[in-house]
């Protein structure tokens, strides 16, 4: 397919904006002068990383401790001395408390056979080192729990490869010494039961394979199976997750021909239990068969300010707490025996769910639910709301344009085409005017380009004062502007609009540097008289504006009827 009429981003530009969204940036060394440089952008993701300043943005290796930035000369030596790449990861000394950790790439850069420089890339790896400390945390606590646990206990990773065991499946599973070990494969663990015909007739290689494919749904299970010595064995597999992903699965293998056996069994999983949801790091509750409360943490009742009379009074019903938010408007508008009511009848149905809420307070929650084997649920609740208000400023970059706040030529392209929509949906017309700044350039070369951009901030708010509220004022870029006047029909308005722009910026601008006076020459087009596209009206708005600029600039031209 071909480009089109898509109007793209100048190179620099999209570098700039890989840089901002993938936290990426770019570096050189100069080896006969020792001296790193960085472009701006580059320097300001390095400030946003550390927590300083923009104004004193810290060159690469001044933000590391000494230990780590001796490492990081050391193996760029070797690599400048070798013609080696460099892949080293790093961390950095942070203003925050918290230490950020990138990962250093890079290059040499050869003339007539010798490294003339070296270039490379940082890459933010923050947030990954931060969910692999958490997930090795987890795992820690974990592999100090199974070992007590009187059940045989196997936790397999995202590859199915073992990384947890205790003792006890050795008898339990009747698995040979040299049989288990770390990461070895769910496949090769499970052989030699099906060997044995514990898992019934067939060929064993065919069984291990079907086992195998229902791991990797990681979907919470529970049967009965023959061990190979007459006992029962009770099988429990539950996926767990690290940073919103499944990442494997908790098995847990259970002896239930003595009763009594399994009874203590049970009491001592629910300790285990309890001990996991007083460490999770977000509210976690559970609820029984019966819809009752098996158990909560602080976090729970903290994050969805519950007050403690509520939990004063014993057992607590998910009715309970349901009523007590759909009463306080947590639910938004509505009756609130209604409400109570559908989320009654959708907790007794036990289905997984995710969803994102947003509480009255402006707290946004991300809930899942996971059915429990045997009836039940429990509930995870975290804290996003940071997460989604970082979204939406990425979102909002993305349209703006960075120095006057005005959208973009992206969102103006949007802009133009749900005004298209409702001209054919609803007959509404409007039109656009095309504006070019007449003595820009001579006030940015006399007073540079600090001045020009004081100049432009200055120039977008008259723009905005003199339109209404739901017009649209954009900046394409330079001293380009184009402004979309909604439900406009005819020629009289878009021209009294451009006059007035017209005389409003032929005021004198009082800037830091001096005071300075520039003009602007307008170009209009009108949908549908001269044209029904965007590409079609914005190219006549162009071409009236040029028309303007020749016929002696301050004034405006409007496009001809047939474009």
Excluded at 215 to 235: I, K, M, N, P, S
Excluded at 425 to 437: A, C, E, I, R
């Amino acid at each position: 397919m071909g480009s089109g009429n898509i109007q793209q981003l100048p190179e620099l530009d999209q570098l700039a904006l890989i840089q901002r969204l993938g936290r990426i940036g770019y570096w050189e060394y100069d080896p006969p002068t020792h001296k790193f440089s960085l472009p701006t952008p580059s320097l300001q993701l390095l400030s946003s990383m550390t927590g300083s300043s923009r104004e004193a943005a810290p060159n690469l290796r001044d933000v590391m401790s000494d230990a780590e930035r001796t490492r990081f000369l050391t193996a760029l030596g070797q690599a400048v001395n070798g013609k080696l790449p460099l892949n080293l990861q790093l961390q950095l000394i942070s203003h925050g408390g918290q230490q950020a950790t990138i990962v250093v790439k890079g290059v040499p850069i050869e003339d007539n056979g010798s490294v003339s420089r070296f270039c490379g890339t940082f890459h933010d790896i923050t947030r990954e080192k931060r969910v692999e400390t958490e997930r090795e945390e987890v795992l820690s606590q974990l592999n100090a729990l199974v070992g007590g646990l009187p059940v045989g206990v196997t936790v397999f990773d995202e590859d199915l490869r073992l990384i947890f065991w205790n003792d006890h499946i050795y008898d339990i599973l009747g698995l040979p010494q040299g049989a288990v070990y770390k990461f070895v494969p769910f496949e090769d663990l499970i052989r030699y039961p099906a060997d044995r015909g514990e898992y019934g007739p067939g060929d064993p290689a065919e069984l291990v394979a079907q086992r195998a494919a229902r791991a990797r749904l990681f979907e919470a299970h529970r049967f009965e199976r023959a061990a190979r010595d007459g006992r029962t064995l009770l099988v429990d597999g539950y996926p767990f997750r690290f940073g919103g992903k499944i990442s494997g699965f908790v098995t847990t293998y259970t002896d239930i021909t003595d009763r009594k056996q399994t009874e203590e069994q049970l009491k001592r999983q629910n300790d285990v239990l309890k001990t996991i949801i007083d460490n999770f790091p977000g509210a976690i509750s559970l609820f029984d068969a019966s819809l009752r409360m098996a158990a909560c943490n602080d976090q729970f009742k903290t994050l969805l300010e519950f007050p403690a009379s509520l939990f004063d009074k014993g057992d607590i019903y998910f009715e309970d707490l349901i009523r007590f938010n759909a009463y306080r408007g947590e639910y938004g508008s509505g009756d609130p025996e209604e409400l109570i009511a559908s989320a009654l009848d959708r907790a007794r149905h036990f289905q997984a769910h995710h969803i994102e809420r947003t509480r009255p307070t402006g707290v946004t929650l991300e809930i899942r639910g996971t059915p429990l084997p045997g009836g039940g649920f429990v509930s995870t609740y975290l804290d996003v709301t940071e997460r989604k208000r970082a979204e939406e400023r990425i979102r909002n970059m993305a349209l703006q344009d960075s120095l006057t706040g005005l959208p973009n030529r992206l969102s103006l392209n949007d802009q133009i085409e749900l005004a298209l929509e409702r001209f054919e949906n609803g007959g509404q017309h409007f039109s656009l005017l095309f504006l070019d700044l007449d003595g820009f350039k001579k006030v940015n070369d006399s007073l540079g380009h600090d001045a020009g951009d004081e100049l432009l901030i200055q120039v977008a708010q008259r723009l905005r004062e003199t339109v209404h509220k739901t017009d649209v004022v954009a900046r394409l870029g330079g001293d380009e502007f184009v402004i979309l006047l909604l439900d406009v029909e005819g020629c009289s308005i878009p021209q009294k609009i451009a006059e007035e722009i017209i005389k409003q910026l032929a005021m004198p601008f009082r800037l830091k540097a001096a005071e300075a006076r520039i003009g602007t020459s307008i170009g209009i087009a009108l949908c549908p008289g001269n044209g029904n596209t965007r590409e079609a009206l914005l190219k006549a708005a162009d071409e009236a504006m040029y028309a303007a600029k020749s016929a002696g600039r301050g004034i405006w031209r409007q496009a001809s009827k047939d474009g």
